[in-house]
């Protein structure tokens, strides 16, 4: 199994920077990159609902669950 981080795809398409997210959300560029790059080994529901808060989608369009072959 597989998660798939789109965060870069939502930035994208509500044209927010990773400067602008990070500093509105509470959390260091730095960090919000390896978010964006699936770097993590988890997520805060707490950040993970500031960022749906901010750029208004669910956690649906930011994660995706994909079966590895």
Known sequence: MEII??????MA???VSSKELAKA???TEANLS???????KG???ETLASIC?????QPGD???YREVE
Do not use: A, H, S, W
Not at 5 to 10: E, I, K, R, Y
Not at 34 to 40: E, M, S
């Open 34 to 40: 390896l978010l964006k790059r699936g770097k993590v």
């Open 25 to 27: 959300i509470g959390i």
């Open 13 to 15: 398409v509500r044209k």
């Open 53 to 57: 808060g901010y750029l208004k989608c």
């Open 43 to 45: 997520v805060r529901f």
């Open 62 to 64: 930011i994660l995706e």
């Open 5 to 10: 981080v789109n965060l870069d795809v939502m």
